[in-house]
């Protein structure tokens, strides 16, 4: 996600670990053409051993991975964009199921940047 109201999502159900967010950021590295930068907070599967030994081949790929401070959640876009899902965008009967829930959150992924927006000005 960036500024510019791109989102790149994967939707996943279940735990996730270091195999799944590697996963992610290999399929993203493939789609990149000039230097990206990802933006982790330091959540323990984005700092893991196998996370740190895919730096220097993601960076091979133009992607460089940047960790966030702790403790610092008004920096991390998708900690925005969930703030917006959970108190803006989805409406309470999502809560009635988890399936009710699933759909709202991919309906916002899906349209965000088109229905759903964020003012980062």
Request: with cysteine; net charge negative; proline share 2%.
């Amino acid at each position: 996600m960036n500024i510019h109201q791109e989102l790149d999502a994967y939707i996943f159900e279940g735990r996730i670990t270091s195999e799944v967010v590697i996963s992610c950021l290999d399929k993203f590295a493939e789609n990149i053409h000039i230097k990206t930068v990802v933006v982790m907070d330091k959540a323990s599967f984005h700092r893991s051993k196998k996370n740190q030994d895919k730096i220097s081949e993601w960076k091979q790929k133009n992607l460089e991975i940047f960790l966030l401070p702790s403790y610092s959640p008004q920096l991390n876009l998708i900690e925005i964009l969930w703030r917006f899902m959970k108190y803006e965008w989805i409406e309470i009967d999502a809560y009635s199921s988890l399936q009710n829930l699933v759909n709202y959150v991919e309906k916002v992924i899906r349209e965000f940047g088109k229905e759903y927006t964020i003012n980062f000005a």
